[in-house]
């Protein structure tokens, strides 16, 4: 089945930066790759989805890219604020014949520093 | 419209105890998905439903009974409580007509703490 890496469990930021955070998968590529936000003591809320013939996908201040050579996304978000410190987290199907199961990373907790 | 709500919120168990969780889903979602989650560890699929009357195993289901009798419901219980099921529990759900790539809506979480 997929296996998800998400880089660094934290990363801190200076606000009005830019943050990148990294996902990579192993084994077979997906026809998708989500982005989902947590807070403290919250569910994860959906933020985006990009589909495998996508390159690129912007929602705001808001950009996921997905490489599937590199087996990669990368998440933006720029001009940061404090706002947007929280845990994020990113899912793929758990396997080839399974496009609704979900498999999640164990995300990268973002602070964004006043 | 509340959503995805999970009851209880906190339960605390005993080893060998049994229990329920309830999720309710207000939005006529077909899809409804169990997962848990452990630092470090992200969330992993416990069992989950593609509609009312069916259920299916997930990455990690020993341990865990699911039913789904009504359509807005999905219920997960622990018929014997072990230490190793502590952990924080979410539901999910989703619509079927989304492309094949329904994003998940999901509860506020249940924490459960098995002694």
């Known amino acids: 089945s997929q296996k998800i890496e998400q880089n660094s469990e934290a990363l801190n930021i200076q606000e009005g930066k830019t943050a990148t955070l990294t996902c990579n998968y192993t084994?077979?590529?997906?026809?998708?790759l989500q982005w989902y936000r947590q807070d403290p003591g919250r569910g994860p809320v959906f933020l985006l989805l990009i589909r495998e013939n996508e390159k690129e996908k912007r929602k705001e201040r808001l950009k996921v890219t997905f490489d599937t050579t590199l087996k990669q996304s990368l998440f933006h978000i720029t001009a940061s604020q404090p706002a947007d410190s929280a845990t994020y987290l990113c899912?793929?199907?758990?396997?080839?014949?399974?496009?609704?199961?979900?498999?999640f990373g164990s995300g990268t907790q973002l602070t964004v520093l006043p | 419209n509340a959503g995805v709500t999970q009851t209880p919120k906190f339960r605390v168990l005993k080893t060998g105890q049994s229990m329920t969780l309830l999720c309710a889903q207000d939005m006529n979602h077909e899809y409804m998905y169990w997962y848990r989650q452990d630092p470090g560890m992200g969330l992993r699929l416990i069992h989950y439903?593609?509609?009312?009357?069916?259920?299916a195993k997930g990455e990690v289901p020993d341990g865990y009974n699911v039913s789904r009798l009504k359509k807005q419901n999905f219920l997960l219980g622990l018929e014997s409580a072990a230490p190793s099921q502590t952990s924080v529990y979410f539901c999910?759900?989703?619509?079927?007509?989304?492309?094949?790539?329904?994003?998940?809506?999901f509860g506020e979480g249940s924490r459960l703490t098995v002694l």
């Open positions: 439903s593609v509609g009312e009357g069916t259920t």
């Open positions: 999910a759900s989703s619509y079927s007509t989304s492309g094949n790539t329904g994003e998940l809506f």
């Open positions: 084994n077979y590529s997906p026809a998708y």
């Open positions: 899912a793929l199907p758990i396997s080839s014949g399974s496009a609704r199961q979900l498999t």
